[in-house]
Every structure is written in structure tokens, then in C-alpha cells.
């Protein structure tokens, strides 16, 4: 059982009042934190618990949360307050009343993201470094969209890899992948768009209302393109959702071979997570991805 009282405290100090966590509801889903809907009985709130040194990642996220919050584009769940002790650290969100919906709300969230998509940035990056799960996702601003996929994504995932132990035809493929990535962007030019930065199916629902809901961001400033890309990786997003899309901002010719430029950072962020089962999957892509320009 956790000793719930740094977490009341905080709270109390946001509200303005005290409040004492009577009720912690476990709710499953995710594998890197625990999360509870804790309750007053009358207020509720989202917590998501990890280990103190964590707190960072916690940060990043609720900075994250509040970049979308301020563009007033689509909805995220508002951060209330993030802290540790001695043996958690804890980020306090809005409580949502969430669900998967209906596909006729597809047309929202892709019109909703090509508006998000809009809110630009003079560079690449971010002011603060965040994590891709567990990652560290390095944000470091930079003026060349290619040379910030290159080493800051790419580059970076290919390198732990090699510190996992995943030498050989990877390190090979990537390095002749790294030096040909220009020939992927001929006649792109894309935009420092605001990302939710780890977009698959899961990291979306409804609110009651039936509005979009976007939550768990990696936020940073990119090619919208990269978004985009992921939401095709594992699937669940409706027809509607792209059609919408489309509509709204319609995408660049290239998107189709470019997607899994965008979505080989992902798969290799897998194979550093959770181990060997990605490898052929990483060494795949990029055999297809060199074949392209060959």
C-alpha cells in the first residue's frame, strides 16, 4: 500500500483546499507506469506512479501535456501537479472518463490533428529532452530536418542498439541508411510541426462528449509526416481518420516510402525496449527503405 500523503498534500496546495486521497482504484493498460483513479469522494484524479529517479520523465511529460493544452487544438488530459518521495515519484492528471468510441469520430481527431499540426516552431526540437517509452528522446534544437532525424533519431537509436549488443547487418544497414538519408527528402520541405510524437492507437479515445482525446505525448517539433507515420504502424485508426486528414492538410508526394523512415525509429526503439523479436523487423525495413534508392 502506498503512502498516499506527498501526493494529497500537493494536491491540496493546487486546489487550494485539502484534499486526502480516500479511494486508489488500480487502472491496467500501461507497462512502464502504475496508474490509479484516486478519489476524495467527490473529486477524482489520473495518477501515474514510477520509481523517484523517474521524476524527469514525469516532467517531461507534463510539459508535453501543456504545450498541446496551449495550442487549443485538440484535447489532452490537463496536468494537475508532479513530485517524489523517498520511494515514488507521481504525475497527477485531469481524470478522464475515456473510451475508444465509434469510427464516425475519426473525422474529429484527424481534422483535430491537422489543426495541431499547424502550431510550428522556427526549428526542430524541443526545449527539453523527453522519453519514447523508457527511451530518452533527445530534442536538441536544430534548423536541418535531415540532420535531426540523422542523429537525434536514427543515429541515436542505432547507437544503443550497438551498446545492446546489436552489431553485425543492423549496424551495417543503418550506417549506409544514415548517409543516404538526404535522398529520402528531394523536393520535401517540411515544417517544425508540433508532434504528439508517439501517436499509435493506443495513445487515443473519447472523452464522454465524444471529443477527440490525445494522452501519453512525446512532444517535440517535427515534420507532421512523422505523426502521421505512426499512426499506420500498429493500426486502430479509422478510415475516416485520414480521409479527414488529408482534407485538412493534405500530405506531400513521398509521404508512402518516407512513412517508414519515420516508423523505423519506432520499430528500433522496440528492439532497444523489449529485445531481439524486432531485430528482423529493423533489419527489413531498412534493407526495403535502401532498395528505394538504389
Not at 497527477?92 to 481534422?111: F, I
Not at 490533428?113 to 534544437?141: E, K, Y
Amino acid at each position: 500500500m502506498h503512502n498516499w500523503l506527498g501526493i494529497s498534500s500537493q494536491i491540496s496546495a493546487v486546489l487550494g483546499k485539502t484534499y486526502t486521497i480516500q479511494e486508489s482504484d488500480p487502472i491496467g493498460g500501461g507497462c512502464i507506469n502504475q496508474t490509479y483513479r484516486i478519489s476524495d469522494g467527490r473529486l477524482h484524479f489520473f495518477l501515474k506512479l514510477n520509481s523517484p529517479r523517474n521524476l524527469p520523465m514525469f516532467e517531461a511529460e507534463s510539459a508535453g501535456l501543456q504545450e498541446i493544452l496551449q495550442s487549443n487544438t485538440i484535447r489532452v488530459p490537463q496536468p494537475v501537479c508532479h513530485g517524489k518521495d523517498g520511494q515514488i515519484a507521481w504525475l497527477v492528471l485531469e481524470y478522464l472518463n475515456l473510451n475508444k468510441g465509434a469510427n464516425s469520430h475519426g473525422s474529429d481527431l484527424g481534422e483535430q490533428l491537422a489543426t495541431l499540426h499547424r502550431i510550428t516552431s522556427p526549428q526542430f526540437g524541443w526545449h527539453r529532452d523527453n522519453t519514447l517509452g523508457t527511451t530518452p528522446q533527445i530534442n536538441t534544437v536544430c534548423a536541418d530536418w535531415t540532420e535531426f532525424w540523422r542523429m537525434q533519431r536514427l543515429g541515436y537509436q542505432l547507437d544503443l542498439a550497438k551498446s545492446n549488443g546489436f552489431n553485425g547487418k543492423l549496424q551495417q544497414l543503418g550506417e549506409q541508411l544514415l548517409v543516404n538519408l538526404e535522398k529520402f527528402f528531394s523536393g520535401a520541405a517540411p515544417l517544425p510541426s508540433l508532434l504528439h510524437g508517439d501517436l499509435w492507437s493506443g495513445n487515443y479515445a473519447y472523452d464522454g462528449d465524444g471529443n477527440p482525446v490525445i494522452f501519453d505525448p512525446a512532444v517535440y517539433y517535427g515534420d507532421r509526416e512523422a505523426d502521421l507515420a505512426m499512426t499506420e504502424l500498429f493500426g486502430g485508426f479509422p478510415p475516416d481518420f485520414y480521409s479527414a486528414y488529408r482534407y485538412n492538410y493534405p500530405l506531400d508526394s513521398g509521404y508512402n516510402i518516407r512513412k517508414s523512415v519515420y516508423n523505423l525509429y519506432h520499430i528500433l526503439n522496440h528492439l532497444n525496449l523489449f529485445g531481439g523479436s524486432y531485430l528482423y523487423q529493423s533489419e527489413q525495413m531498412m534493407s526495403r527503405l535502401l532498395a528505394e534508392i538504389r
